[in-house]
């Protein structure tokens, strides 16, 4: 299999994926922007051929750098990024070059939310009442089904950039006068509740063949809005409901051969599931490890057999509970590195800063940390994210 890699060198753990890929014996080429000599020795080794492109928003580019590959190589087999700003590019190469895979026509329902709802509903999975923003009447109209508070949000886009909640009309007022240009906005009732993920894998039969969950009591929203820390739990299990509703999402959107990341909402009030959105990338965060932490795996090296070989091991238990917790440099926190370090070190199993573009969701620096005791997880977020008052 030939498998071109878009973006190899970042986010960093693209170095993991193209190391599995050529471990399970793919012929691993690549295009990114970054100098040769600046990639991870790891990733040189895994590379057949990089080819380096001065701007990876051309598409001119692109297309020259796999017309380079196909002269050079012959026909290619894959083209991927896992990474959710390259899909529509990622679609388009394949609708050219006649490459297996999510192709330009089906694209569009993978970028906006509104055309997401229908998916959904058609695997029998409640989804957030939803409103197209075209002006304040209408949105209003929107207020008096639903009740404030409302949520408004980009159509297309991922994570929770340029997301507000809205509680009343002056609220409102104020979005309509700061909202960006040119930007296609969506309207949601706003839900009280957490948020469970469906994450996993989908073999090029349809089968899920791996999924794991994770757990976030925070709004993404409020940390990215206020500038917070951000935490989040992987799960050594998958909840009976949540697994029942991303099975029937991942047939109803005909997910072949894909890591896939599912957002749902569980109402505090009667733990009701509810369908958020869905991704066909891996779950951003450090999730990917979070994952092997918590079912001692590597979901890189079985995300590469089920593309190259379409086989997937286990099948894998889970034990741990894996937390993440990052922090912000403009926070004053009542312990330090090193007291960390005393305090919880035997359940450290990973340290590192965060890189800028992703610093306002995922924080400066993040921890993460397992135990079988989800009490004791819980209790390392808080001594982490404990700040001086």
């Given at each position: 299999?030939?498998f071109?890699?878009?973006?190899?060198?970042?986010?960093a753990?693209?170095?993991?994926?193209?190391?599995r890929?050529?471990?399970?014996g793919?012929?691993?080429l690549?295009?990114?922007?970054?100098?040769?000599?600046?990639?991870?020795p790891?990733?040189k080794?895994?590379l057949?051929e990089?080819?380096?492109?001065?701007d990876?928003?051309?598409?001119d580019?692109v297309?020259?750098a796999?017309?380079?590959?196909i002269?050079?190589?012959?026909r290619?087999?894959r083209f991927?990024?896992?990474?959710?700003?390259?899909?529509e590019q990622?679609?388009a190469?394949?609708t050219?070059?006649?490459?297996p895979?999510?192709r330009?026509?089906?694209?569009?329902n993978?970028?906006?939310?509104?055309?997401?709802s229908?998916?959904f509903?058609?695997?029998?999975?409640?989804t957030?009442?939803?409103?197209?923003?075209?002006?304040?009447?209408?949105?209003?109209?929107?207020?008096?089904e639903?009740?404030?508070?409302?949520?408004?949000?980009p159509?297309?886009?991922?994570?929770a950039?340029?997301t507000?909640?809205?509680?009343?009309?002056a609220?409102?007022?104020t979005?309509?006068t700061t909202?960006?240009?040119?930007?296609?906005?969506?309207?949601?009732e706003?839900?009280?509740?957490?948020?469970?993920?469906?994450?996993?894998l989908v073999?090029r039969?349809?089968?899920v063949?791996?999924a794991?969950?994770?757990?976030f009591?925070?709004s993404?929203?409020e940390?990215?809005n206020t500038?917070?820390?951000?935490?989040?739990?992987?799960l050594?299990f998958?909840?009976?409901a949540?697994?029942?509703?991303?099975?029937?999402?991942?047939k109803a959107?005909?997910?072949r051969?894909?890591?896939?990341?599912?957002?749902f909402?569980?109402?505090?009030?009667?733990?009701?599931i509810?369908?958020?959105?869905i991704?066909?990338?891996p779950?951003?965060?450090?999730?990917?490890?979070?994952i092997?932490?918590?079912?001692?795996?590597?979901?890189?090296r079985?995300?590469a057999?089920?593309?190259v070989?379409n086989?997937?091991?286990?099948?894998?238990?889970?034990?741990?509970y894996?937390?993440?917790?990052s922090?912000k440099?403009?926070?004053?926190?009542v312990?330090?590195?090193?007291?960390?370090?005393?305090?919880?070190?035997?359940?450290?199993v990973?340290?590192?800063?965060?890189?800028?573009?992703f610093?306002r969701?995922?924080?400066?620096?993040?921890?993460q940390?397992r135990?079988?005791d989800?009490?004791?997880?819980k209790?390392i977020?808080?001594f982490?994210?404990?700040?001086?008052?």
């Amino acid at each position: 299999m030939k498998f071109v890699f878009f973006s190899p060198h970042f986010p960093a753990n693209g170095t993991e994926f193209c190391s599995r890929l050529h471990e399970a014996g793919a012929t691993v080429l690549g295009i990114g922007d970054a100098a040769y000599e600046h990639l991870a020795p790891r990733l040189k080794n895994a590379l057949s051929e990089y080819y380096r492109i001065a701007d990876m928003e051309d598409a001119d580019q692109v297309l020259r750098a796999m017309g380079h590959f196909i002269h050079r190589w012959g026909r290619i087999d894959r083209f991927e990024s896992l990474n959710e700003h390259w899909l529509e590019q990622d679609a388009a190469i394949r609708t050219d070059f006649n490459i297996p895979g999510i192709r330009r026509d089906f694209v569009e329902n993978l970028k906006h939310k509104s055309k997401m709802s229908a998916f959904f509903r058609k695997a029998g999975v409640q989804t957030i009442r939803q409103h197209k923003y075209v002006d304040r009447t209408g949105v209003k109209a929107f207020v008096a089904e639903v009740s404030y508070p409302i949520v408004i949000k980009p159509d297309q886009g991922s994570g929770a950039s340029n997301t507000v909640k809205v509680n009343d009309d002056a609220d409102l007022d104020t979005f309509e006068t700061t909202k960006r240009p040119g930007v296609s906005y969506v309207a949601e009732e706003f839900i009280d509740g957490i948020v469970l993920t469906y994450d996993g894998l989908v073999d090029r039969d349809g089968r899920v063949v791996f999924a794991a969950s994770h757990r976030f009591e925070q709004s993404i929203m409020e940390v990215v809005n206020t500038n917070s820390h951000l935490n989040y739990y992987c799960l050594p299990f998958v909840d009976p409901a949540v697994e029942q509703a991303g099975r029937a999402a991942v047939k109803a959107f005909g997910i072949r051969e894909k890591f896939f990341h599912i957002e749902f909402f569980e109402t505090r009030s009667d733990k009701r599931i509810v369908a958020l959105e869905i991704n066909m990338r891996p779950p951003g965060a450090w999730m990917t490890d979070a994952i092997n932490y918590s079912y001692d795996m590597d979901v890189y090296r079985e995300w590469a057999g089920m593309v190259v070989n379409n086989k997937v091991g286990g099948p894998f238990t889970g034990r741990y509970y894996t937390g993440y917790a990052s922090r912000k440099n403009h926070i004053r926190y009542v312990n330090d590195h090193q007291a960390i370090l005393a305090a919880h070190g035997d359940r450290i199993v990973h340290f590192a800063p965060i890189e800028d573009v992703f610093s306002r969701a995922m924080g400066n620096a993040a921890y993460q940390f397992r135990s079988e005791d989800f009490e004791e997880v819980k209790a390392i977020v808080r001594f982490i994210q404990d700040v001086e008052r």
